[in-house]
């Protein structure tokens, strides 16, 4: 047992490539975090290996187990990003996606999605996933992201709940978020919101620990550590900052 654990730890650190894994206890295993590129990340718990938004090419994800679970926020490249997942094997993986995503997968992939709305519930395996609302305010009909066409999600695993945002802005769905456990909140500028609207919303939904996602926009990066000092002055809140955005 001692031999396959050591096993384990060293295949965690083969796909570890910028030392930025992080492990969450769960009452059903640990979950594993491992962020990827911009708003990509995979969450790796007991079988299931989850890829979010897989983007940047299939190489970004050398080393690392084969998707069982595909969730993908958006239609924008930085979301659905069909070389990326042209490069990855996907034949045995189901894709949990919003309806516009569904309709733009090729028809080897769209066979194996299953599109849900903002408000619905599914169960795959023992995760449960709720998809909740992500758009742009105030809410137009040529908004970069119009209500109703992505999803945010909220899983559940083994009792922790982990909030993605997608690409949003502090709506109040977001505000009225209860017990999330671990969350990925975005803060990108012109797409989304900026540092200060996204620390005001943690500050209210208050989770647990929180990663700040998706932060490059049309200035550069988004100023993070003032993003952590807002939150930890305000709130218990644990800002956990990673390397979304390595050379």
């Given at each position: 047992m001692k031999k396959l654990t050591v096993l384990f730890l060293l295949a965690l650190i083969t796909f570890d490539s910028n030392g930025q894994i992080d492990t969450i206890s769960t009452s059903n295993g640990d979950v594993i975090i491992q962020p990827i590129l911009h708003g990509s990340l995979v969450l790796?718990?007991?079988d299931q290996t989850v890829y979010i938004d897989p983007y940047g090419g299939a190489e970004k994800f050398a080393g690392i187990k084969?998707?069982?679970?595909?969730?993908?926020?958006d239609i924008h490249g930085d979301h659905l990003n069909q070389k990326t997942l042209d490069g990855l094997n996907t034949e045995r993986s189901t894709f949990i996606v919003p309806q516009a995503v569904k309709n733009k997968l090729p028809d080897a992939m769209k066979s194996r999605s299953m599109a849900i709305a903002n408000g619905q519930t599914v169960?795959?395996?023992?995760?449960?996933?709720?998809?909740?609302?992500?758009?742009n305010l105030?809410?137009?009909?040529d908004s970069r992201h119009t209500k109703g066409r992505g999803n945010g999600y909220v899983l559940?695993?083994?009792?922790?709940?982990?909030?993605?945002?997608?690409?949003?802005?502090?709506?109040?769905?977001m505000r009225n978020l209860k017990n999330i456990d671990v969350a990925f909140v975005c803060m990108n500028l012109p797409y989304t919101m900026d540092v200060d609207q996204a620390a005001s919303a943690v500050i209210e939904f208050k989770p647990t620990i929180v990663y700040p996602y998706h932060y490059r926009g049309?200035?550069?990066?988004?100023?993070v550590e003032s993003f952590k000092n807002q939150v930890e002055a305000a709130v218990s809140t644990e800002v956990r900052l990673r390397s979304w955005y390595p050379n």
């Open positions: 790796s718990w007991n084969s998707p069982s679970l595909i969730l993908i926020t169960v795959f395996e023992d995760l449960e996933i709720l998809a909740v609302p992500m758009y105030p809410e137009t009909p559940s695993i083994g009792g922790k709940r982990i909030y993605i945002s997608g690409d949003t802005e502090d709506i109040p769905e049309k200035g550069g990066l988004s100023d």
